[in-house]
C-alpha cells in the first residue's frame, strides 16, 4: 500500500465463493457458515512529513505538554496497537474483535433502526406513489434469512467480547483506538496489509443486502470477467436488467440521423483488385481474419482491453512478422480514410491552383468562394485517416473562410469592383450598419465614375431603416447624380466615362421618383419630372455648350419666376421664357374662368361613426387623390407662399436641382417621357429599366386578367402592372376607390400632351387614347354601367377630335384604337363600320405595310371572337378581311361570301411573305425595329388564316416553323435595338409570336374541345425563355386553376424560381397557391351549403409560408413592397395577429420607404395607429392628416 493514500473500507468479508454485481455494484455473498460484521475495518495510510528546523520541531512536541495528556494510555495504545499487528497472519482473512460497548451499541442501534423502518412505513402510506427499488433481485426469503444470521453473528460476538473483557479489564483502550488515528509510522511490525481497524458501527447493514453506492468506486466493465479472481474455485455473475431493457428499447437509427447524413456525405470506396488492375473481370478474393480460440483469448484478455499484438505476446505465441502480411489488407485498411474525401482534395488543389497561376482571374476566385458551400456539406479533407472528425459546421465558419479569400483575391486585384462588393455582402452579416456605410462610402470614393456601384450603394443605404430617412436619402440621390454629371462633362479628370453612363443617370433619376412616390412625396417626385422635361426637351441654344451645373444656374430663375411648367395650363416651356426674357417682358395670363372644384375639409370625413383608424385611412386617400400635384401660388388671385396650409406641398429648387442631368440620346430623351406618363398612370409601350423594377413594385394588379378569359385572342395588356400610380395609395384589402384621376389631374395630364411639338403629338395621342381605353376596361372589370356610359362618352369625343387633326386623318393607328374602344362599348356594328372606312383609306398597301396589317389582325381577331365554333368559319367576316389584306387591292366590305380561290391565292401569299422577312436583313436600326414589328403581325394573321381555313393544327405548325427559324437566325433578328440602351420599347419576335401562339390556344380550347397539353408546353417552353412575362404566367396559372394535380406546377415553379433570378415566378407561384386554396375552402355543397373538400389541402398553408420566406430571401425579393404586402396579408388573413406584427417590423428592415406597408399596418393593427404615425414621422414619410388635425375634424 502506498503511503499516500487512505483507503477506508467498512465491509471486508472473507472466504467469499460467489459475487454477485447488481448495476455494476457489487455485493459479496458468503458460502460458508461464517458471520457477517456490523462494523468496518478502515485500512490507510498517512505520511508524517518531518522537518529539520528546530522550529517545526518544537510546534511538533507541543503536545507532551498537554495537561491531558497521559503517558498510561499512550503506552497501553502502542502496546495494544503492537499485539493486533502481531497476531495478524500473512494472507489470512482480516477478523476483527468487538467490545461489549460495541455490542450494546449495535442492540441500541437495532432497536432505533426497527423503529425508523416503522416510522418510514408509516410515511409510505401518505405517499400516492412508491419508487421501485432496483438495488437487487434477490426475494424476501433470503432478506428473512440475513436478518436472523445478523442477530446469531450479534448474539456469537456478544459472547466472545465478554470472554476478551475479562482477559483486558481497561476499556479506555479500545475508546481510544476507536476515536482516533493511528499512524503507519508508529507501527513497529509494517507490513503490506496491515489494516486500521474502525469501530464505528454502520447499522445500514442490517437494513440493506448491498454496499451502499457511495462507498464503491466508479467504474465502466469491460468484458465478462473480473481481475484477480480464481476461475476454479470462484465464479462472477453480471446482473444488469437496466442495460439489456435500454438496449431493448434503443431504435435503429434513421437515415437523417447525424450519423447516417454524415455517412450519405462520404464518397464510395471503389473496389477493385490492386494485383490485377489490368483484368477488369478478375476475381476479387475476400480477405478473411485468422482468429484463436476464444477461450485461450479470455485467459489472458478477460476484459477485451488488449490489442491483438498483446495478446499473442500474452499467450507466448510472438507476434508475426509485418512483411508477412499481406498486401491487400493494408490497403483495405488504408483505403477508406483516402478515397471519402479524395474528390474534395481534388478540387480544393484544383482551384488553389487555378489563384496561384492566374490571380487576375475574378471568375476563378469567384468558384472558390462559392466553392465553400460545397466544401462545408462535405466531410473536411484535411482529416487525419482512421479519425471521426466532429466540426460545427456553422454559417459563421463559412462566411470567415469565404471573406479570408476574397482579400487574398482582393490584394491581387485592387481595382476590381466586383471582389469589393462581395466583400462587402459578406461583411453585412458581421458589421453594423455605420461600419458598413463607412466602407461603402470608402468604395464610392475610390470608384465615382462607377454608375452600376452607386446603384448599389443607394439601394443599401434606401434599406438601412436605422439610418434611413426621406431627406437623407434624397439628397444622396442628388449627389450621385451630380457626380456623374461631372463626370460626364469631363470636369472630373481624375475618373473617365464609363460607357452607359447615361442610361444609368436617367435609371437612377427614374428610381428617385419612384422612391419620392412611395414615400408618400408625391408633389416632389411630379416635379422632378416637370423640371427633367423642360431641361431636356426645352432648352435655349444659348446654354447647350455650358456644363451640366452652369445650366441648372441659368434653369434655377425660371423655375423660381412662378411661369408655368409642364403640365400646367398656358406652359411654353423654358426656351419660350428665356426667348421672351431677352425681348422684354413675359406675357400675363388670363385668369381661369372655371372655378376649381374645391372640397371642403369638413365633408372629407362622411362617416364618424366609424372607428378612428377607418376615419384616418379614409381622409389620408382622399388627400392622396386630390392633392399629389405641387402647389404653387395663383397670382391672379394674389395668393403668396403663406397661404399655403400644408408647407409640404411646395418645392422648392433646392430639392430637385442636383437631380437635373444631361440626356443626349433621343431614344433616353423618349424614354423619360414615357416614363412620365406612366408615372401618371398612362399606358404606353416602354417599360422601366430592370435595375429599378422590383422596388418599385408596390400594388397587386399584376394578376388582374384584363378581359383575357372572356376574349382570349385580345385581351389588354398593360405594361406597367404592379406599379401604384401617382394618386392612388391604398391598403391591399380596399384597393383603389375611383377610375382615373381628380378633374385637376386629368387637366393636368392633357396640358402634357399639349405642350409638345406636332411631331411628338401624334405618338402621344396613341398614348392618350390608350388612357381612355385603359378607365373603359377598368369600368368593364368593375361593372359599373353609369360609369362605363359617362366614361364612353368622353372617350368616343376625345377620339373624333384627335382624328378630325390634319395630322391624324390618315393615322391607321388612332383609327385602330378608336374602332377598339367602340367593339368594348358594346358597338359592334359602329365599329365595324370604322373599321371599314379605316381599310378603304388605306389603300393598296396589303402585307407591306405595319399598320395595315396590324389594323386588319385585330379586325379579324375581333370577328373571331364572336364565333361559336370553328365549322363555317372559311365563309366568316374574319377570312374575308385577311384575304383582302392578301391582295394587297382596295378593300371592299364584306358581302357574306368569300371565294375559295381567293383563299388559295391568299394562303399562297401569306407564305411567300413569311419566308422573305424571316431571310430579310435590315439595313438600319429603325428598318430593324419596323421589321420586327411587321414580322409579329405577318405571323399573327397568317396563322389566324390557316387557322379558319384549315384548323388548328395547320397555325400550330407555321407558329413551331416559325419560332424554329428565329431560334436558328440568332439574337441579331431575336432582340430589338432598345435594349442596347436598356429600353424596351417592343417585346421581342419570339416572345410576341409565343404570346400570339399561346392565346391561340386558349381560344381555341374554349369554342371547342382540345387538349391541355400542347398549351401547358408551348408556356412551359415560353416561360422558361422569359420568366418574367406577366402575361404568359397569367395563362399558365388560368389553365392550371382546372388541374386537379398541382405536382407539375410546383415542379415547374420550383425548376424556372433556381434558374432565374426574376421575382415573377415567386410571385405567380404564391398566387397559384393561394388560388388552389381559396378553392378548397369555398368547395360547398349547394343545397346544404356545409364545406365539403374534394381537394386534398396538403399542407397549403404551410406551403404558402415556406414560399414567401423563400421569396423575400432572394435578391430581388428582399426589396420588393409588393412580395412583403402580400405576406402581411396572407398572414393577416390567417388570424396570427402576433406574427404579422414581428412581419410587418421584418419588412421594415427591408422596405422602410414604402408607405403603404405602414397604411396596411393600420389596418390590420388598429390599436398602434398612433405607434405606426409616430414612426412614420420619426423616418420623415409624408402623412397628410396628423392625428391632432384629425381630432378637431371630428370635434366639428
Known sequence: MARTG?????????????????????????????????????????????????????EELDWLSNPSFSTEDALLLHQRTTEVANLIPEKSPLIRTTSRSELSEESGTDESLKQSSKKRKKKKHHHYKTKKKTKGDSSSSESDLDTKHIKDKAARNGRNHEKEATVNPDKKTSNLTSSRFVWLDDIQAFTAETFRIDKKPDPANWAYKSLYRGDIARYKRRGESCLGIDAKKQCITWDSPAS?????????????????????????????????????????????????????????????????????????KGCKSADHEPVNMQQTIQEPGININSVLMTKVEEHNKKVRENPRDISAWMEFVSFQDELMRGPSPYASKGEQEVRRK?????????????????????????????????????????????????????????????????????????????????????????????????????????????????????????????????????????????FTFFKPDSVKDLPTRGQVEFFEPFWDSGEPRIGEKGARGWKAWMHQQEKGGWIALKPDDDDEEEIDEDQEIKDKSLAKWHIWLDVEYSREA??????????????????????????????????????????????????????LGVPCTSKLFPSNLYIAMDENNIFDSVLSDEKPLTSVDFPLSGFNSIGHMDTMLRRRHHIGHCKEGEEFIQNVFHVFSEKEKSNLSICWLQYEISKVVQCLQAKNKKKLKAQG????????????????????????????????????????KVFDTALCMAGTGGLQSPQLCSLCLLYAQLEAELLESIEGAVKSRAVHILTKLAESGPYVPYSGQVLSVNVLKARKTYEHALQDYLTKTPVSDQDQVSDTNQLVNLVGCYTLFQYLTVGIDAAVLIYAQTLEKLEALGPQKCENTGENFGIQNFPTVLEAVTLLHTNLLRFHMKISVYPLNPLREALTEALKRYPSNQSLWRSYIHIQRKSHSASKARRFFDGVTRSTGSLEPWLFAIQAEQMRKKLTENVQRADVGEIHSTIPETGLTN????????????????????????????????????????????????????????????????????ETLDLMTEKELRVRVPMEELDLLLEV
Request: aromatic share 10%.
Open 1103 to 1170: 406551403r404558402i409560408v415556406a414560399l414567401f420566406e423563400h421569396a423575400v430571401q432572394s435578391e430581388n425579393g428582399a426589396h420588393c413592397p409588393l412580395l412583403w404586402r402580400m405576406y402581411l396579408n396572407f398572414l393577416a388573413s390567417l388570424g396570427k395577429k402576433e406574427k404579422s406584427k414581428g412581419l410587418f417590423y421584418k419588412a421594415l428592415q427591408n422596405c422602410p420607404w414604402a408607405k403603404v406597408l405602414y397604411l396596411d399596418a393600420v389596418e390590420y393593427f388598429p390599436d398602434h395607429l398612433q
Open 793 to 832: 362618352r368622353k372617350s368616343k369625343k376625345l377620339a373624333k377630335n384627335l382624328l378630325k387633326a390634319p395630322d391624324n386623318r390618315n393615322h391607321l393607328s388612332l383609327w385602330k384604337l378608336y374602332a377598339y374602344l367602340e367593339w368594348l362599348l358594346g358597338n359592334i356594328d359602329d365599329a365595324r
Open 244 to 316: 439489456k431493457r435500454k438496449q431493448l428499447q434503443r431504435r435503429p437509427e434513421r437515415y437523417f440521423t447525424k450519423n447516417n447524413v454524415k455517412m450519405l456525405n462520404t464518397d464510395g470506396i471503389p473496389v477493385c483488385n490492386r494485383s490485377s488492375a489490368l483484368d477488369s473481370t478478375a476475381f476479387i478474393p475476400v480477405v478473411q481474419m485468422e482468429t484463436d480460440d476464444p477461450s485461450d483469448t479470455m485467459e489472458v484478455n478477460p476484459l477485451g482491453i488488449y490489442d491483438p499484438s498483446t495478446t499473442v505476446w500474452l499467450q507466448g
Open 394 to 534: 456553422s454559417v459563421k465558419l463559412v462566411l470567415e473562410k469565404k471573406l479570408a479569400i476574397l482579400e487574398r483575391a482582393i490584394e491581387s486585384n485592387p481595382s476590381n469592383v466586383d471582389l469589393k462588393l462581395a466583400r462587402l455582402r459578406l461583411c453585412t452579416e458581421f458589421w453594423e450598419p455605420p461600419a458598413l456605410i463607412k466602407e461603402w462610402q470608402k468604395l464610392i470614393f475610390l470608384h465615382p465614375n462607377n454608375p452600376e456601384l452607386w446603384k448599389k450603394y443607394l439601394l443599401f443605404c434606401q434599406s438601412q431603416f436605422t439610418t434611413f430617412s426621406v431627406s437623407k436619402i434624397n439628397s444622396l440621390y442628388g449627389k450621385c447624380l451630380t457626380t456623374l454629371a461631372a463626370v460626364q462633362d469631363g470636369s472630373m479628370v481624375s475618373h473617365p466615362l464609363l460607357p452607359g453612363t447615361e442610361e444609368a443617370m436617367l435609371a437612377i433619376f427614374i428610381q428617385q421618383c419612384h422612391f419620392l412616390r412611395q414615400a408618400g412625396h408625391s408633389e416632389k417626385a411630379v416635379s422632378l419630372f416637370q423640371a427633367l422635361i423642360d
Open 626 to 679: 386630390r392633392h399629389w400635384l405641387p402647389w404653387r401660388p395663383d397670382k391672379t388671385k394674389k395668393e403668396t407662399e403663406e397661404d399655403c396650409e400644408d408647407p409640404e406641398r411646395q418645392v422648392l429648387f433646392d430639392d430637385l436641382g442636383p437631380s437635373l442631368i444631361q440626356l443626349s440620346n433621343p431614344d433616353l430623351q423618349r424614354q423619360l417621357l414615357y416614363s412620365f406618363l406612366q408615372f
Open 6 to 58: 487512505v483507503l477506508c473500507a467498512r465491509r471486508v468479508a472473507a472466504g467469499l465463493s460467489k459475487v454477485t454485481i447488481l448495476r455494476n455494484k457489487v455485493t459479496f455473498r458468503q458460502v460458508e457458515p461464517s458471520y457477517r460484521h456490523s462494523q468496518g475495518i478502515n485500512v490507510y495510510g498517512s505520511i508524517s512529513e518531518r522537518d529539520g528546523g528546530s522550529r517545526r520541531t518544537r
